[in-house]
Nanobody, 121 residues
Framework: QLQASGGGLVQAGGSLRLSCVASGSFFRVNGMGWYRQAPGKQRELVATISSVGGTNYAASVKGRFTISRDNAKNTVYLLMSSLKPEDTAVYYC?????????????????WGQGTQVTVSS
């Protein structure tokens, strides 16, 4: 239901934009976010954006990354600028979706498949 794209190899100081599209039959898309996991490390929050546009960033990316969303396209973006080698990781999108199942509304969180971002020094 989630398709992430936009990763790749970039030199330090460069930029990349990640995209994640939610598709399928559902009632509403709620909060959306990006997480990352570097080799040997736990998955960590990068940025989140609420259904009304409120944003939250990890301290390590604040001022360099920008999260945004297009509600008409059910898509969340992550514009990453001034990239550093320590930003190298697999990036995952996470989306909260409200679905109508068996006569009631149910909220579930879904993860995208992950997209590799590699920053060379």
């Amino acid at each position: 239901q989630l398709q992430a794209s936009g990763g790749g190899l970039v030199q330090a100081g460069g930029s990349l934009r990640l995209s994640c599209v939610a598709s399928g039959s559902f009632f509403r898309v709620n909060g959306m976010g990006w997480y990352r996991q570097a080799p040997g490390k736990q998955r960590e929050l990068v940025a989140t954006i609420s259904s009304v546009g409120g944003t939250n960033y990890a301290a390590s990316v604040k001022g360099r990354f920008t999260i945004s969303r297009d509600n008409a396209k059910n898509t969340v973006y992550l514009l990453m600028s001034s990239l550093k080698p320590e930003d190298t990781a697999v990036y995952y999108c996470n989306v909260g979706i409200t679905e109508y199942v068996s006569g009631r509304y149910v909220r579930n969180d879904y993860w995208g498949q992950g997209t590799q971002v590699t920053v060379s020094s």
